[in-house]
């Protein structure tokens, strides 16, 4: 059995997906709750931090589906709070990025998050073609995809007048470089798919 999941390189259940990927083992988890209790969006999330590692010891496909299905994965900030008071060292943000991405490609992204969704693509191409941020990019790009056309406009020409916002964007010298990664993040996904 383990011979087959080796041939196929398709690990056995989600936790062991994220741990091969990210290096962060759910199994660590003691359900300790000192990421839920410090997390600045726990209070939003439908299911806490904690309860996102839990519902991966559990394992079963009908729990992993809950977790790749909540909005929680999807309000994570990415600010680490957790990870710096886990006694386990536990890696959540790692954890929850790649819960999003395979939410994505499971077509299982929570309706509720679709904005953060919009954003989330926008971003992730204004950094894969400009190898930076480039604000003017990304909120076009956003407001495309989101439909908000009119979202935050007031706020243009005062970002515009304090010198936040350039019409055209800074390029970096390692675009190639970049979109390697990409390349390469890509393929790796399809070869676990
Ligand atoms: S990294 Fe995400 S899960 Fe962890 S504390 Fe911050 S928002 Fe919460
Ligand atoms: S702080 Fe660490 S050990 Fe405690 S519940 Fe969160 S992830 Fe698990």
Known sequence: MSHAVHESHQPASLADRVLESTGESAAQCYQCGKCSAGCPLAEEMDYSPSQILHLLQLGTKEMEERALR????????????????CPKEVDLAKVMEYLRSESMARGMVNPKAK??????????????????????????DYKTRSWHFLQDLT??????????????????????????????TSQRKDNHE
């Open 155 to 184: 706020a243009v020409p005062r970002l515009l007048k304090r010198g936040k916002m350039k019409f055209l964007p800074h390029l970096i010298a390692g675009r190639a470089a970049m979109s390697r990664i990409f390349h390469l």
């Open 70 to 85: 909540s909005e929680a994965i999807w309000l994570c900030l990415t600010c680490e709070t957790c990870h710096s008071r």
């Open 115 to 140: 904005d953060i969704l919009a954003f989330h693509k926008s971003f992730l191409d204004c950094i894969k073609y400009t190898g930076r941020l480039y604000e003017v990019g990304l909120i076009s």
